[in-house]
């Protein structure tokens, strides 16, 4: 399977690589993905395909996963 992977805001710039693809066959879900990135899933709004994801929610070949910092403003 591969999926391509985009990280936006601040975390883009606390990866050594903010966009790209994983190609893995035992890649299933968003948690996997995470994993593989070596990212925490704690305050992170995900997003498959342009739909939020939970990191239960399973990946298709080709998804498209963008990954969002959490902002909270006032």
Not at 9 to 37: F, I, P, S, Y
């Amino acid at each position: 399977m591969k999926v391509h992977y985009r990280a936006v805001g601040e975390l883009k710039h606390k990866m050594e690589r903010a966009e790209g693809d994983v190609t893995a066959d035992n890649l299933r879900d968003v948690q996997g993905l995470l994993d593989l990135l070596g990212i925490n899933r704690e305050d992170l709004v995900i997003m498959i395909n342009g739909r939020k994801a939970d990191g239960d929610d399973r990946l298709q070949d080709g998804d498209q996963v963008d990954i969002v910092p959490f902002v909270v403003g006032g």
